[in-house]
């Protein structure tokens, strides 16, 4: 029987996964420009921390973890998001004894049993920062920009910013109470999640997939209205800070995102160029997920963006993006000893920091050449069994059919990189 891959996955085939390298490639710039590093931490962690740390009504972990106990019988989760591992990270490996804030970066993958469709799987891949050591609304601001810039250097420019505070324990008491009275009234109205929600915890209902459009939601009391001091002036700040960098955005009181762990300012990006609107990127501040995990308290902050929809949006927009790799040299051999001479030189080529290709299914002088330009490298180098007795190669210019004989000894001096 035929074994497919599972339900939800996704093999990265070339050549799409040039345009992978390239992604993740221009990730990887924008943090060093930003200072920012890469932490990698493991796809699998005690499914404690999730339950902790992005909250038990949540939807990741009430649905959609990989969950397992291993040999020894631990409970096992395969991580359905960065920031919880990373927090753990941080804390296990005393980070925060280095110089702070420490700006870190991840790309991996991620795993939530979700119903696959356009653009979600059940292994997907996140980009995404965190920021940990400081509560500056500078950071938020600039956690914010990062996202956009990341977005925009990729060639998006439909994108809207939507940005709200959440507050902190302190006010979200208050808030709770209102809520929970509020949604009360409508509980019979409310799915069966959200009913249990309401007592458990109410902003869950905000962020409903199955309630989000209805009327009762849009209506419900806004965080806004019931932020502390505190908590008003880091926005106000932020605010400020997106406003002197010309930044665009619209306030959505009713965003809570989906996770726990979140407090003060949460932000989505979402793309608008084609049709519906697609949160491509993520994020908010969280400086209660340090301690929600048993650590000391820590401010954070941060975003995701998933890849396999940035790619699709990408895609839809038709940004260009890498399609082949491109070859510079492919040497094409007829006859045994001109073969030799070509392996040796296949190598010279290649140390030289040539892209260099060479047949390896015996084939003739034309279908090597048809091969040639199927791999649209620059320059064939053709050495026959005769062009050797004389001690010359040709070059063949594949774009232009143009040929010229070179002395063996010289082909190591020729550019092969000029058009
Ligand atoms: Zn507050
Ligand atoms: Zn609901």
């Not at 959609?64 to 990373?86: Q, V």
């Not at 925009?152 to 808030?175: F, M, Q, T, V, W």
Request: glycine share 8%; hydrophobic share 35%; net charge negative.
């Amino acid at each position: 029987m035929k074994i497919n891959a599972p339900r939800g996955t996704n093999d990265i085939l070339p050549p799409l996964s040039l345009k992978w390298q390239y992604i993740e490639e221009k990730a990887r710039d924008l943090m060093a420009r930003y200072n920012y590093q890469e932490i990698r931490t493991p796809i699998f962690e005690y499914t404690e921390l999730f339950q902790r740390g992005i909250g038990e009504t949540t939807d990741v972990v009430e649905k959609e973890m990989y969950t397992f106990t291993d040999k020894s019988g631990r409970s096992i989760t395969l991580r359905p998001e960065g920031t919880a591992g990373i927090v753990r990270a941080y804390l296990e490996n005393k980070l925060y004894g280095q110089m702070q804030p420490l700006k870190l970066y991840y790309i991996g993958p991620m795993f939530r049993y979700e119903r696959p469709q356009a653009g979600r799987f059940r292994q997907f891949h996140q980009f995404g920062v965190e920021v940990f050591g400081s509560n500056d609304p500078a950071l938020d601001a600039e956690v914010i920009v990062l996202g956009v810039n990341y977005l925009k250097e990729l060639g998006l420019e439909n994108l809207d910013i939507y940005i709200n505070s959440i507050g902190c324990p302190d006010c979200r008491k208050e808030y709770f109470k209102d809520l929970q009275e509020y949604f009360n009234q409508y509980r019979q109205e409310l799915c069966e999640d959200c009913q249990s929600r309401i007592d458990r915890n109410p902003m869950r209902v905000l962020d409903c997939k199955v309630d989000n459009s209805k009327e009762i939601i849009s209506n419900a009391p806004s965080i806004l209205d019931y932020l502390c001091a505190d908590c008003q002036e880091h926005f106000a700040r932020v605010k400020d800070y997106l406003s002197v960098l010309g930044l665009d955005y619209t306030i959505d009181a009713r965003m809570v995102r989906g996770l726990d762990y979140y407090t003060n300012t949460v932000f989505e990006i979402k793309y608008s160029g084609l049709g519906a609107q697609d949160t491509i990127l993520a994020g908010g501040r969280y400086n209660g997920l340090a301690e929600e995990i048993g650590g000391k308290s820590i401010p954070g902050i941060g975003f995701a963006a998933g890849m396999e929809r940035l790619l699709l949006t990408l895609e839809k927009e038709k940004v260009d993006l890498p399609e082949s790799s491109e070859l510079d040299i492919y040497l094409v051999t007829i006859g045994e000893e001109a073969r030799k001479e070509a392996i040796k030189l296949l190598y010279q080529l290649r140390n030289k920091g040539y892209r260099v290709e060479t047949d390896y299914l015996e084939r003739g002088m034309k279908s090597q050449l048809k091969a040639a330009d199927r791999l649209m490298v620059k320059y064939a180098i053709i050495l026959g069994d005769d062009e050797l007795a004389q001690g010359k190669a040709i070059i063949k210019n594949m774009q232009t059919g143009e040929q010229e004989e070179i002395a063996l000894e010289k082909i190591l001096e020729e550019d092969f990189r000029k058009e």
